[in-house]
């Protein structure tokens, strides 16, 4: 273990480091990780999350029957929470000096997820549910294979990861109060 009198010692060269390759931005010479290979991961995380998007807003709007109303709410805020975690991922590939790959031609061929109408409620529902539990499981292999190279993006896709489990668990719920 480094005693506080050596990592003080270090604040100097620390300093001295910071000042190299500032183009790099968040980048440090001390980052473990391969930031090409994390932005291409990111980048089918990305396209992932646009499908979501898509397919919950569709449902949000398209959704018909007794119990809809809820439902429609309840795809209507996974929609935005997805935005969200598009948001987050697209930020973090531009800190990681990537470019976020928005260009909606091969977007489904990127996905994890795919965009299902479904026929009903249920189904769409059901549609949902596969799309978070093929996110849970990609997530969680991102995460795993960052390890402890990319702290900054682990926590993130766990966070993002959390999220998805949640939806996960609403979805199950919503079909239970269905049935």
């Not at 969200?84 to 930020?91: A, P, R, S």
């Not at 994890?112 to 549609?127: F, H, R, T």
């Not at 682990?154 to 079909?175: G, K, Q």
């Amino acid at each position: 273990m480094t005693a506080p009198r050596d990592f003080l010692a270090d604040v100097t060269e620390i300093r001295r480091k910071a000042r190299q390759h500032l183009s790099e931005g968040a980048v440090t010479q001390n980052y473990g990780g391969s930031a090409e290979e994390a932005v291409v991961l990111l980048n089918h995380a990305v396209a992932t999350e646009i499908v979501c998007i898509l397919r919950y807003k569709y449902h949000a709007v398209c959704a018909t029957g007794l119990a809809s109303e809820a439902v429609k709410q309840e795809f209507a805020q996974h929609a935005k929470e997805e935005e969200q975690h598009l948001d987050l991922l697209t930020e973090r590939i531009n800190q990681l000096g990537g470019k976020p790959n928005l260009d909606p031609d091969g977007i489904a061929s990127r996905a994890a997820s795919q965009y299902v109408e479904g026929e009903n409620l249920v189904d769409m529902i059901k549609e949902d549910l596969v799309a978070e539990r093929i996110a849970i499981d990609s997530y969680r292999d991102i995460i795993q294979y960052l390890g402890n190279d990319d702290p900054t993006t682990r926590r993130m896709m766990e966070t993002i990861l959390a999220v998805e489990e949640e939806h996960a668990d609403d979805l199950v719920n919503l079909l239970d109060e269905l049935k």
